[in-house]
Structure formats: C-alpha cells, structure tokens
C-alpha cells in the first residue's frame, strides 16, 4: 500500500508533453539569441564577419577550386591535394592554439588568422602559381584557420551568459552558415564572367579587408574581451 501514493507523486511530477511539438519553442529561444547577440558589440561583430568571410570561403573552395583545378592544375587531384593540406594544416592550427592560444592577445590574434587565411592563398591563386606552392600556401592556410575556431568559440564562451550560451551559439551558427549557400551561388555567377585568378584576387582583398575590421571596431577592445556583461539582463 505505501507503493501506491509513492507512484502517484511520481507521476504526477513528471512534466506534460502530449500534444507539444518539440520544434514549439525553436523561434522563440532563436530570438531570444539574436536579442542577446544584438546586446553584445563584440558577439555582433564576430557574426557579421564570420558571415562575409564563410561566404568568401565557399566561394573559394566549393565552386572557384574545382573549376581552377581543372583548367590551371591539370585535374581534380590538385583540389584533393591542395583540400587535404588545409584540413592537415587545421588539425595541426587546433593544436597550436589549445598549447599557446590563450597567452597571445585576442584581436591581434583574430585579425591575424583571419588575415593570413583569405590573403596568401587566394594571392597564389591569383598569381597561377605551381601546385607544389598552392599545396604549401593551402597547408599555412588550414594551420591559421584551425586555430580561428576555438579562438571564436571561447570568444562566445566568454560573453555569453551561462543560460544563454545554446540560444546564443545556436543562433550565431546558423547566421555564420548562411552565407555559405550565398557564396556558393555568387561565385557561380561570377565564374562565368570573369577569369578565375581574377575572382581570387577580388575575394583576397575583400578578404582581407573584412579581417581587418576588428582593428577600427571599439568592442573589440581588449578590456572588453574578458567576460560577459552581467548588466544586461537575459530573458
């Protein structure tokens, strides 16, 4: 008899579901990320560059290598040597960053990264340098590029409140992602108007212009980097 209230509390703990969808609440924690992110100067700018310079790199490697690769290079085992340098060089980025990331400063470091990711290699490009080059600009490329990923990632960790952090990455990925599809599309066009070494030097200058923008921008300045601001108010 004392089993019987016991399973009765049980049940009548447990939360109501039925007839909830699991996507019910998606736009709403998807807005109260972009309400966050908008709150936060570095978290905007971070977004909107990220954003630019994914749809440069979908540009680069999805569309404009292929086509490089088949007219400059002799093949598409050019693009596989020149994709697998930059994933090797990535892997060996994340390495160096997780050893010596967090003593170097974060904008200089950024601007860096982001700098010398779009501007060597889409020079080569430009340029038609050799294979054996382009191999070894692609591999200095994945290195500053691996190490851009967990620099962002601790960047958001370190200003998004603990309650917000899913809503806020949420968000700050799926905009990141959308100029993929947009970069993909626009170099397509682009592609048949113009000669391709001429678009990797247009996307290295715009590139690079784009990395430098933390250096005018005032929320990326460096007291600002530390932590979130507990002022402002979640919801």
Same mark, same amino acid.
Request: neutral net charge; aromatic residues 10%.
């Given at each position: ?81 020149? &994709? ?142 530390? &932590? ?8």
């Amino acid at each position: 008899m004392l089993c019987i209230p016991e399973r009765e509390t049980r049940a009548e703990q447990r939360p109501i579901t039925v007839g909830k969808p699991a996507f019910s609440h998606y736009w709403q924690d998807l807005r109260d990320g972009l309400r966050f992110v908008l709150r936060q100067p570095l978290l905007r700018s971070i977004v909107v560059i990220v954003l630019i310079l994914n749809a440069l790199d979908a540009a680069r490697f999805s569309v404009l290598l292929p086509l490089y690769s088949l007219e400059f290079l002799g093949g598409s085992a050019a693009a596989g040597l020149i &994709t697998g340098a930059l994933a090797t060089g990535a892997l060996a980025g994340s390495f160096i960053f997780s050893a010596w990331g967090h003593r170097l400063p974060r904008r200089a470091l950024f601007v860096i990264c982001f700098a010398l990711t779009g501007g060597p290699l889409s020079l080569g490009f430009y340029c038609q340098a050799p294979e054996w080059a382009l191999v070894a600009l692609s591999a200095a490329t994945g290195i500053f590029t691996g190490m851009l990923n967990p620099l962002i990632g601790t960047l958001r960790l370190e200003q998004t409140e603990p309650d917000m952090l899913a809503r806020v990455q949420s968000f700050m990925i799926a905009i990141s992602w959308a100029g993929i599809p947009i970069g993909s599309l626009l170099s397509g066009f682009a592609a048949e108007r113009l000669s391709l070494p001429l678009l990797y030097g247009i996307i290295g200058v715009i590139y690079v212009l784009t990395a430098c923008l933390p250096i005018v921008d005032t929320a990326w300045n460096e007291p600002e980097l530390r &932590t979130y601001k507990t002022s402002t108010p979640t919801t």
